[in-house]
Structure formats: C-alpha cells, structure tokens
C-alpha cells in the first residue's frame, strides 16, 4: 500500500514547551488510522500542521507525495476536514453554506453534488434553513456533507460524533463506513470513544506528552497490553506519564 | 488567484447583506443619520451667512467622502471577524483559498459597500441638502479610488493587530478610522492643525485628498500634486500594512494563535 500522508520527525515547540515531539507516522491509501490520546497529548496540534494552520518547528509533511509547504492549493484541494468543534456559518442557510465552500473547494457542476450529499445524509428538508437552527445531530450530517463536497482522497475527522446522542452516532458510523467503502477514502479519525475506534479504525496511534506512545490495529494493541478493551489500553497509556 | 474561491467568499459575506439588521443600518441608516446631522449644520452655516463660500458643500462633501473610508476599512476587518465570530476561520484556511484571494474578496465586499453607501448617502444628500456629488466632476473617481483603497489599507492594519491580539482587540474593527480622523483634516484644512501634527497629516494619503476636494470647490481647481501625493502615499502604506498583515499572519500560525482566535 502506498502512504497517502507521510509525516517524519515532526515538532512543535511553544515558547519552549514541546508539544509535538519527533514524531513520525504514515497513513496508507483507504484506510481510517485511529489518532488518539489524553486532552494536551499534542493530536490537534499534529493535524493542525498537517493542514498547515500551524508551522511546524521541524520535520517534514507530505501528501500524495507533495510537500504542504510548497504544494499547499494543489494538497487542499484533495482534503478536507470536519471537527464537532469547528462549526459552519450560523448566520447563513445550510445550503449557503454548502455553496461557499463547493465554489471554495472549485467542485465542478457543485448544485447536483450537494443535492447527491443532500439525499444521501437525509439533510435535504434542511438546505433552506439557518444552519444555527439545526440540532447537534443535524449540523454534524450538514459538516459531513461539507467534508465530502470536493470527494476529498483524505478526510480528517476530529471528535465527528461527540454530543451526538447513541442513535444518532451509529447512524454516523454506518454512514461514515459506506462511504469509506464506496470511495476508498482514506482517513484520519480522532475520537475520546474507544468502542467507536475499536468499529471505525484499521489502525490507530497513541500520542500522550507529544510523543508516539504505541501503534497497531486495535485488537492487536488491546492484546499488547494484555487488556480487555481498548479504553483500557487508554487509560493505562493516559496515567503512565503521571 | 483563483476567481471562483474569491467569489465564493465575495457571495458568502453579500448572502448575509439582505437578512442582517445591523448590516442594513450599517449601510444605510448610520451614514445618513450622520448625514442629517451635518446637514442640519450646514442649514445653520447657511443662515448665519458665514463669509466662506462653499463651507456647506465642503463640509458634506467630507461628510460623504469620509463614509468611503470608514466602510471600506470595516469591509476587511469585518470580514475577518465574521469568521472568527461565527469559529469558521478553520474551515476557510483548510480550503485551498490563498490569503490573496481572501483579501481581494474582502476589496471586493468592500467595493458593493461603496456602491451601496455611495448611493444612499450621495441621493440623501441631494435630495435633503441640494448637494450634489457630482459637482466635483471627473474628480470624483481619483478622489474615491484613493479613499477607498486607503481604508481597505487601515482594514488590513486593523486586522493584523486582531490576528495578534485576538478578539480583545475587536474595537479596531470598528473605531481605526476615528482614531485618525483629526489627524487627515476631513472638515478643515491642515494648517489648522497645531504644528507638531502637520507632519502626521502630511503621512496620511486621505489629507491630500479632503484637501483637494476643498480646493477644487473653493478655488475650481484640483492642485495635481495633490493626487499624485496621495496615490504614492497610499501605495507606500499597502507596502508597509501588506507586510505586516503577512508578517502577523505567519507569526499567528506559527503561535497556534490563528485557532484560539476561535476559541
């Protein structure tokens, strides 16, 4: 498999505080790579580089074997990202919204694509609507919609289903699956809900204190460790820096 | 640059034109209460038969000009804001739009701005006060193209020292232009100004050309100099504001500080 994203020695340094540290990963065609840690273990900052929101102190990013530095409109074009901490334009209407960021992201003949992404997250009976009107559920299908505007190869996922009540999240899940299926998107996911990675993520990587802590497929960490599940893999790599 | 990520930013912010009050009151409403205001004056100038010609006109005439200033440097920082008043600064910057593009939608919001307030104040103050902007001629349009690109020059030092200081900064937004406003001699001539001040008015591209329109309607004359001194000036601060904005802009990124604007 060919890495679609490649990350080497990557670090952030804030006013002398290390919070990414060396790290290096790859993230392979098609699949969901699981990022994870405790709250300030450094996954915001690592994908905020990524997107190139954030320069990195040192290291290298590249992405369909282009570097973000010097190749950044031609890499976003191919990406795109959702966050339940990010959220759309309250003041406009979800389909205002949607066309913004079609034109943004140049989608070729966007008014059939957002109807198809419409149909498709049931969202369709919203588009009229201000997107401050919708409830947690429906603005979380309204950001999907947005992330797969421009059929993006790689999506970054951050925290997608948290304050979604246990319905609505599975539907997101299953969603999430089919159309992961379908296009072979890669992904990277982060998430504080262990049962979620254990369904959603091929692989997943533990980052605490900055640093890559461990790495592999779920079932296998959750064997390394010698644990029942994986929110006991968490815990235990949470409270080793203590 | 890329067109359609300009126009897609330049219809994301005009979207939001036709349903927002305080954007309607903005464009309309402020610039002709203000209007009124000085015209009332003007009546009273006119009553008192004070010895200047033209001081009515002169002073509507800043009035209107001033407007242009004022709106077009909220255009850019404004904008700005919006993303971070409505936490959507991270889903732009993750799109493939430059911050070219950005600031060349935020001209062109900044342009619609004009057109609209242009008109509404312009045909106020014909209908209400008898003046007519027109009467500066072909004049107008340097006089206008210069005022304008010098607020969207002030929008952009509002901006990077948002970027830099975060929303706690925000008054800029909305208060940069009055800040300067006695130094650029909007409603009187520069040697007004106590002496120690005229060198900053002389550093301001918009004094050249509140000092022209004065010229053009007391005297019938446009002094040239005065264009040229303007239109240099205002291309010297896009150099200086320009390079603050991209310098504040990497400082924010390499911060982190570009994300907790949002936060």
Not at chain 2, 212 to 223: E, W
Request: proline share 4%; with cysteine; aromatic share 12%.
């Amino acid at each position: 498999m060919k890495p679609i994203l490649t990350v080497k020695h990557l670090t952030k340094v804030f006013n002398g505080i290390t919070a990414v540290n060396n790290i290096s990963f790859e993230l392979y065609e098609g699949e969901i790579l699981g990022f994870l840690g405790p709250n300030g273990a450094g996954k915001t900052t690592t994908i905020q580089m990524i997107l190139g929101l954030i320069t990195p102190s040192k290291g290298e990013i590249t992405m369909f074997d282009k570097d973000i530095k010097t190749h950044r409109e031609e890499i976003l074009s191919k990406v795109n990202f959702s966050s339940a901490y990010v959220s759309l334009p309250g003041n406009l209407k979800v389909e205002e919204n949607l066309y913004t960021f079609a034109r943004l992201y140049g989608v070729k003949n966007y008014k059939k694509r957002i109807q198809e992404l419409a149909d498709f997250f049931e969202i369709k009976q919203l588009l009229p609507k201000l997107y401050i009107s919708l409830s947690s559920g429906q603005s979380t299908r309204v950001n999907l919609a947005k992330a797969l505007l421009n059929s993006p190869k790689l999506l970054f996922l951050d925290e997608p289903t948290v304050s979604l009540d246990p319905d609505i999240t599975d539907k997101v899940r299953k969603v999430l699956k089919k159309i992961q299926k379908e296009n072979g998107l890669t992904i990277l996911y982060t998430t504080h809900n262990m049962k979620e990675v254990e369904e959603m993520c091929d692989r997943v990587i533990f980052i605490n204190e900055g640093k890559i802590v461990t790495e592999g497929p779920p079932t296998k960490l959750i064997e390394r460790f010698g644990l029942r599940d994986l929110n006991e893999v968490f815990i235990k790599i949470a409270r080793n820096k203590e | 640059m890329k067109w359609h990520r300009i126009y897609a930013m330049l219809r994301r912010y005009l979207y939001l034109y036709p349903r927002s009050v305080p954007r309607i009151l903005d464009i309309f409403f402020w610039p002709i209460t203000e209007l009124l205001i000085w015209g009332f004056l003007t009546f009273y100038l006119r009553q008192i038969n004070t010895s200047i010609p033209n001081v009515a006109t002169a002073i509507l005439g800043a009035l209107v000009f001033w407007n242009f200033i004022q709106r077009s440097q909220q255009a850019v920082s404004i904008a700005f804001l919006e993303e971070v008043w409505e936490r959507n600064l991270i889903n732009i910057f993750v799109t493939p739009i430059k911050m070219t593009e950005f600031l060349a939608a935020t001209l062109f919001v900044g342009v619609v701005r004009l057109i609209l307030i242009g008109l509404s104040v312009g045909i106020a103050a014909f209908l209400l006060f008898q003046f007519n902007i027109f009467s500066l001629g072909l004049y107008l349009v340097p006089f206008v193209v210069n005022l304008f690109f010098f607020g969207w020059i002030l929008g952009l030092i509002a901006t990077s020292i948002i970027m830099r200081f975060g929303q706690s900064a925000q008054v800029l937004a909305f208060a940069l232009t009055i800040f300067i406003q006695p130094f650029v001699a909007v409603f009187y001539p520069v040697q007004i100004l106590p002496g120690f001040l005229q060198p900053i008015a002389h550093s301001i591209p918009a004094t050249y050309v509140f000092e022209g329109m004065r010229s053009v309607l007391f005297k019938g004359t446009l002094p040239i100099e005065n264009l040229v001194s303007a239109t240099v000036l205002n291309l010297i601060w896009f150099s200086i504001a320009i390079t603050i904005f991209f310098k504040m802009f990497a400082y924010v990124k390499d911060t982190g500080q570009l994300l907790k604007l949002v936060d």
